[in-house]
């Protein structure tokens, strides 16, 4: 959780209605809670209590059930209608329990027999108040997971990336249990994989991953299954593994290509039927948890090559997703540089309008090796190190500008993904051309780089009227 998004803010003292038609009780009440350091408002019976009630100024409820004028339920409901967000205690004499079993069902937070004790009453107020501040904070949490997960934040132009992120948003959304996500490093794998989650309906369940490159085999078998105690030397405690933590969830096995060939028997017979033991233990342990594995190596040939087992292979693509390198979609290059400018410009406190268009034509014609990765490289330092309001080819790292060909940035023209119809385009280039000069041939022609008879010779060829 970050600081600033989610500090406890208690900017003002909370306030606790009563009510209560005994007077002593009250006032007892209200002593012991302005002890506590709260305000109290104090109601002897629904109608008033109603009347000084408005959401979010209260943050707790405390309701006797005998009312002169209605019964504790029925308040109950009123309130919670009014501020759904209220935390309510009810308060019943012996006897009555059913009651109060009742109001937690309406959404009571807990219950005090009459008569109680202060102490008890202050702590169950502050158990409630606490609990609805945790509760708070884990939906802020969600909510900004959410927000920063999403699919929104995959940024694209290209038709084959909206081909993609339409299928992400599909499988998401489906019951798909287990996804293959295969790219190029830096193709954004892991934001797809976070997509997957946090698009679905399971987003407000856990979301765990793990990088099977980074660990010794030993190790990863415990982190994903969990062990008992004393299952190894080290193993002073029972522990949880991934599946189990993640249970309802996901578990991101980023880099599967790199998961030692022991462990990937034992995954394939997880994935098989959703159990397993953990290590040392005997009892098999069965959860529901949504497997992204993700990988920048081509799996088909380390099953050839022997590093990966076939089996596990086929398990695992049965829903494939993958993520195409950026020199595929180059229509994507603009899109994400307008992007990553205005990010960094925020977090640098910058002000940088965009790229020259010199540099921008470097920018999109450079073939992208480390894919969007190295593009956010690029231009988080363009902009941390900008002096001006425009990015020069100055600001480009080296292996950039050294492809550069002629002083025009490379291409003329991007080929768009789905590919052109070089015919039509020369026929459109000279109908525009010709509109241009209002039909003039010669400053058509000289538009295009061509003489008039060979723009003569063209219009005859798509026959265009002179
Ligand atoms: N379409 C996109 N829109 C916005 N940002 C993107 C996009 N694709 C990738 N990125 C960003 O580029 C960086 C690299 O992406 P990511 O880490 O997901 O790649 P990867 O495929 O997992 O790479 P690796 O194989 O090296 O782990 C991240 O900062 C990610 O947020
Ligand atoms: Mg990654």
């Known amino acids: 959780m970050t600081e600033t998004t989610l500090t406890r803010h208690r900017a003002t003292t909370q306030r606790i209605l009563i009510v209560d038609d005994e007077k002593l009780i009250r006032w007892s009440l209200m002593e012991r809670f302005k002890q506590e350091g709260?305000?109290?408002?104090?109601?002897?019976?629904?109608?008033?209590?109603?009347?000084?009630f408005a959401p979010g100024e209260f943050a707790l409820a405390v309701l006797d059930f005998r009312l002169p004028d209605m019964n504790g339920l029925q308040l109950l409901e009123k309130l919670k209608s009014i501020d759904p967000e209220l935390n309510v205690i009810f308060m019943t004499a012996y006897?009555?329990?059913?009651?109060?079993?009742?109001?937690?069902?309406?959404?009571?937070?807990?219950?005090?027999?009459?008569?109680?004790?202060m102490d008890a009453m202050a702590h169950t107020v502050r158990k409630a108040l606490d609990t609805a501040e945790?509760?708070?904070?884990?939906?802020?949490?969600?909510?900004?997971?959410?927000?920063?997960?999403?699919?929104?934040?995959?940024?694209?132009?290209?038709?084959?990336?909206?081909?993609?992120?339409?299928?992400?948003?599909?499988?998401?959304?489906?019951?798909?249990?287990?996804?293959?996500?295969?790219?190029e490093s830096g193709t954004g794998k892991g934001l797809v994989a976070r997509a997957l989650h946090y698009e679905g309906a399971k987003a407000d369940k856990p979301f765990m991953n793990i990088t099977c490159t980074a660990l010794a085999e030993t190790i990863m078998e415990s982190e994903l299954f969990g062990h008992e105690k004393g299952a190894f030397t080290d193993a002073k405690q029972q522990k949880k593994g991934l599946f189990e933590l993640a249970n309802g969830g996901t578990v991101f096995l980023d880099e599967i290509g790199d998961?030692?060939?022991?462990?990937?028997?034992k995954l394939l017979r997880f994935l098989e039927d959703r159990s397993f033991k953990r290590v040392g233990g005997t009892r098999d342990i069965t959860v529901d948890v949504r497997i992204?594995?993700?990988?920048?190596?081509?799996?088909?040939?380390?099953?050839?090559?022997?590093?990966?087992?076939?089996?596990?292979?086929?398990?695992?693509?049965?829903?494939p997703i993958d993520i195409p390198p950026l020199r595929e979609r180059r229509a994507d290059v603009p899109a994400l540089i307008e992007h990553f400018v205005e990010s960094f410009n925020r977090d640098f406190k910058k002000n940088v309008s965009?790229?020259?268009?010199?540099?921008?034509a470097t920018l999109q014609a450079y073939p992208w090796p480390g894919n969007i990765r190295e593009l956010r490289n690029t231009v988080e330092r363009a902009v941390l190190l900008s002096v001006g309001d425009r990015l020069d080819m100055a600001d480009l790292p080296l292996e950039l500008r050294k492809g550069q060909v002629g002083s025009d940035g490379g291409r003329l023209l991007n080929l768009p993904d789905e590919g052109v119809v070089l015919e039509e385009l020369e026929r459109d280039l000279i109908v525009q051309a010709l509109e241009q000069t209002r039909g003039n041939q010669t400053q058509a022609a000289k538009l295009l780089g061509i003489n008039r008879d060979q723009i003569r010779y063209r219009m005859e060829k798509f026959k265009l009227q002179r």
């Open 38 to 52: 709260f305000e109290v408002t104090e109601a002897e019976e629904g109608r008033a209590a109603l009347e000084c």
């Open 292 to 319: 992204v594995a993700a990988t920048n190596k081509d799996l088909g040939r380390a099953v050839d090559e022997g590093s990966f087992r076939g089996d596990l292979f086929y398990r695992l693509k049965v829903i």
């Open 134 to 183: 945790l509760l708070q904070e884990v939906t802020a949490f969600r909510e900004q997971n959410k927000r920063r997960f999403g699919l929104h934040n995959i940024v694209f132009q290209s038709r084959l990336m909206h081909e993609i992120v339409d299928l992400v948003h599909r499988v998401a959304v489906s019951e798909a249990q287990t996804i293959l996500v295969q790219g």
């Open 354 to 360: 965009g790229f020259t268009s010199e540099a921008f």
């Open 259 to 265: 998961m030692p060939l022991n462990l990937q028997g």
């Open 95 to 117: 006897g009555t329990v059913q009651n109060a079993v009742d109001a937690m069902k309406l959404g009571a937070h807990d219950y005090m027999i009459k008569p109680f004790d």
